[in-house]
């Protein structure tokens, strides 16, 4: 014997379709709630974490909305959603199997907008830049997915964001934009250490941005094999200058100290040859 479905009765199909018309209607509203909160609340406030919650929301209040209304509507008509619940269910473990690193990245991205270690323009250092190239750059984009960094050789790294959540973040402009540069410098032992520490001072006085407010500090960093090294301290008002300002005092160093009489260190070795005299 055949068992045949009951079709549903009239009314009840009218209220399914009610039910997905009203998912419909509720779907516009969100479509006009929220840029409409984005006009009046995001765009006032300084974080972003409600910028997060209203992409999410316009992202995904779509599929939620008549995904919802289909279950209700099929409700209605008789049928029954049990096993689509489960199977649904089994479907979202599958999917989340399968696109853990997404998710991962995706929670990690809502995470860095919440704790905000680093915003766009910030620079920071790069851990995965390309050997023999530049190891610091711009933060240019912080997406749900990755953040994007452009390095001082106008690379850009894009990072998936549960990596740099797994990281320790050196941020240079999180704070302010002034900082200390050390540069090591190395003298003889029969140098004069006072003259020196002079000379290195005014090289990095010559700059624009080098602050006389802390003011350059040189200091006597340790005793080498043939060297007395010592250690310039030079805070800057702008970290973008951190290599320039490197390479400028050491650049000028070994001019000025061959002016001034200042020897730079080099290793030397004192050979004793020993003749042995036959009787």
């Not at 209607?25 to 974080?47: G, Q, S």
């Not at 323009?121 to 830049?129: K, M, N, Q, T, Y």
């Not at 711009?138 to 990755?146: F, T, Y």
């Not at 090294?229 to 000028?252: F, G, M, Q, Y």
Request: contains cysteine; glycine residues 6%; neutral net charge.
């Amino acid at each position: 014997m055949v068992a045949f479905l009951r079709a549903p009765s009239l009314e009840k199909i009218f209220y399914a379709l009610l039910v997905i018309l009203l998912a419909s209607f509720a779907k516009n509203i969100f479509d006009t709630l929220v840029p409409y909160l984005e006009r009046i609340v995001a765009e006032k406030t300084e974080t972003k974490v409600d910028d997060v919650i209203l992409d999410l929301f316009k992202n995904f209040s779509g599929v939620i909305i008549y995904t919802i209304g289909a279950f209700f509507a099929l409700d209605l008509l008789g049928l029954n959603i049990m096993p689509l619940v489960a199977g649904a269910g089994v479907a979202g473990l599958a999917v989340g199997f399968a696109a853990k690193d997404t998710l991962s990245n995706l929670i990690a991205g809502i995470l860095l907008i919440i704790d905000r270690p680093f915003e766009v323009g910030d620079r920071i250092e790069v851990w995965s830049a390309p050997s023999n190239s530049a190891t610091w750059g711009d933060v240019i984009d912080i997406g749900m997915r990755a953040t994007k960094i452009r390095t001082t050789d106008n690379i850009v790294i894009v990072i998936p964001n549960n990596e740099i959540m797994k990281r320790d973040i050196i941020n240079y402009t999180a704070i302010t934009k002034e900082i200390r540069v050390r540069i090591a410098v190395g003298i003889a032992y029969e140098a004069d250490v006072k003259r020196a520490k002079e000379a290195i001072g005014n090289i990095a006085y010559e700059l624009d941005w080098v602050m006389r407010h802390p003011p350059v500090k040189v200091v006597v960093k340790s005793f080498g094999e043939s060297s007395v090294n010592l250690e310039a301290r030079v805070w800057i008002n702008d970290p973008r200058k951190r290599i320039d300002t490197i390479s400028h005092v050491t650049d000028k160093v070994k001019e000025v100290f061959q002016e001034q009489g200042i020897e730079i260190p080099y290793p030397k070795r004192d050979v004793i040859i020993r003749q042995k005299c036959e009787p």
